[in-house]
């Protein structure tokens, strides 16, 4: 059914359903001086990945019905007019969406506090005539509607993080990669956020570890990087570099090429989804980008982004013109998305997603299986889901830019490719993965979303006498498994 509705594959399968091998034969035996297809033409107007938003877009929303193109692609117009209190962002979106909806968010907000930071290009991203089936609204706005209680297994920094850091906010789990976080703020707050101990002002409910954006603390961590002979690999993230001053960005690059071991460097950002403005008209930032790819270049290392798009829709000709820029300048840049319910969970989703990002030159890198985060029940899908569109989507496009879907395994078992399982109980949800490259011996437990599990599943977490059980189930049949005469 999904498939019918892909212009490129429906036409194909139609078409070789209708059509023997020998007709297929005949055609190609014919005349050799001719161009056979084989398939039908696509009509070019089915080719939706190509259409993005074009035009001032954002003057539909009354409060920038005014706004021209310079002023809404000028990045310091953009900060500026962000909204980051609550009452302000209803206020901003209340003329245009029912009073239901607005008491939803109200409610929504209150019982789930977070730090808030809309801009109005997002804001004029959302399509506010279905605010509840809107895949934006579903990320960054809380409705009190769709709350469901957490997981009984979810800690608050699930992937621990902190646990592989010998200095703070640098995080060294993997042999010759390390991540570094230099600062704790965003350009936006995604309800979903995995590093919500740490990132966003505190919340009344939250108290964050503090990762400042403090040049003194990452002294340490390039002590540490250069102190590491094995390291070779750099991911700077936090927070969002998108909100790192220029000369900061520049320091931090520098510091990192500086270091031979170091070969390459990537700078992850969700800047460029919510606000590519300022690849157009940050000038000093981008430069401070652009003078570090290069940079890397004449020392034989790659610098490149890595940025988080989830939705097609979050892609618009705003987009593809800062993109064009890094492009031009030969910026890698790749993408890393979150398997979300209601935002990208389907297969015509995920392929559009990856097809649009390859046309403006992005290229499709993960899809994480949602990590478990508080208060996002509503967001989280089974890791049956991952696994049914990863065997949809591989195979519509250039395998380079296929993403590969992971499981971010709780505990610290690193990134696991979600096919990888050793054992999986649809049943009860739990899947159990090993990292012999990370945490050789160890089993690490990935748990779907309880309102998603068939009711025997649903039954036995309403017990809690039966959670430990279902645990050491799932184990002891990994175990064997993994230990097996198959293994
Ligand atoms: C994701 C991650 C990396 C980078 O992993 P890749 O698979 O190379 O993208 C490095 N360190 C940590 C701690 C990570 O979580
Ligand atoms: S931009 Fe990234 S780090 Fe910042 S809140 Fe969103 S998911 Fe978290």
């Not at 084989?38 to 920038?64: C, M, N, S």
Request: charged residues 25%; proline residues 7%.
């Amino acid at each position: 059914m999904l498939f019918a509705a892909d212009p490129l594959i429906g036409s194909w399968i139609l078409w070789s359903t209708v059509m023997t091998a020998n007709d297929i034969l005949k055609i190609v035996g014919e005349d050799k001086t001719q161009i056979n297809h084989l398939r039908p033409i696509p009509d070019p107007e089915t080719l939706v990945h190509r259409k993005l938003p074009e035009g001032p877009f954002w003057q539909k929303i009354p409060a920038y019905a005014n706004v021209d193109e310079e002023t809404f692609l000028d990045h310091k117009w953009q900060a500026k007019n962000s909204l980051t209190k609550p009452k302000k962002l209803i206020e901003a979106f209340s003329g245009l969406v029912s009073q239901h909806f607005i008491e939803d968010v109200r409610a929504g907000f209150e019982a789930a506090p977070m730090a808030v930071r809309v801009s109005p290009y997002l804001l004029s991203l959302i399509n506010w005539d279905e605010p509840y089936g809107d895949p934006l609204i579903r990320q960054f706005i809380p409705l009190q509607s769709r709350r469901l209680p957490n997981h009984p297994q979810l800690g608050l920094d699930s992937l621990a993080e902190q646990a592989d850091a010998p200095v703070p906010g640098l995080t060294h789990r993997y042999p010759d990669k390390a991540l570094f976080l230099p600062l704790d703020t965003c350009p936006v707050y995604c309800r979903f956020c995995t590093r919500s101990y740490a990132v966003g002002l505190d919340t009344p409910t939250v108290d964050k570890v503090n990762f400042g954006q403090k040049p003194e603390r990452w002294e340490l961590a390039f002590q540490y990087i250069n102190s590491r002979p094995e390291l070779e690999d750099i991911v700077v993230s936090g927070g969002d570099a998108f909100n790192l001053r220029a000369d900061r960005v520049q320091h931090i690059g520098d510091r990192l090429l500086d270091i031979d071991h170091i070969r390459r460097i990537r700078i992850a950002t969700k800047g460029i989804a919510v606000m590519p403005q300022k690849i157009l008209t940050d000038h000093e930032w981008r430069d401070a980008l652009l003078s570090l790819v290069k940079k890397g270049r004449e020392r034989h290392k790659e610098v490149c982004l890595h940025t988080h798009f989830n939705n097609p829709d979050e892609i618009t000709w705003i987009t593809r013109k800062a993109l064009n820029v890094l492009t031009e300048n030969g910026v890698t840049v790749r993408n890393q998305s979150v398997l979300q319910r209601g935002v990208n969970d389907d297969v015509e989703t995920m392929v559009l997603l990856g097809r649009r990002l390859g046309y403006i030159n992005v290229q499709p890198y993960y899809v994480y299986v949602h990590d478990l985060v508080p208060k996002v029940e509503d967001l989280r899908t089974t890791l049956q889901t991952a696994l049914d569109i990863e065997k949809h989507v591989r195979g519509t496009t250039a395998g380079f830019n296929t993403p590969t879907f992971v499981v971010d395994a709780p505990g610290g078992g690193g990134k696991r490719n979600a096919h990888s399982f050793e054992h999986y109980d649809r049943v009860t949800g739990i899947s159990v993965f090993t990292a012999p490259s990370v945490r050789p011996g160890q089993f690490f437990l990935y748990f779907d979303p309880i309102h998603l599990l068939p009711e025997e599943g649903q039954v036995r977490w309403a017990n809690p006498m039966q959670h430990q059980r279902m645990i050491d189930e799932a184990l002891d049949r990994a175990r064997a498994k993994f230990h097996g005469p198959s293994s």
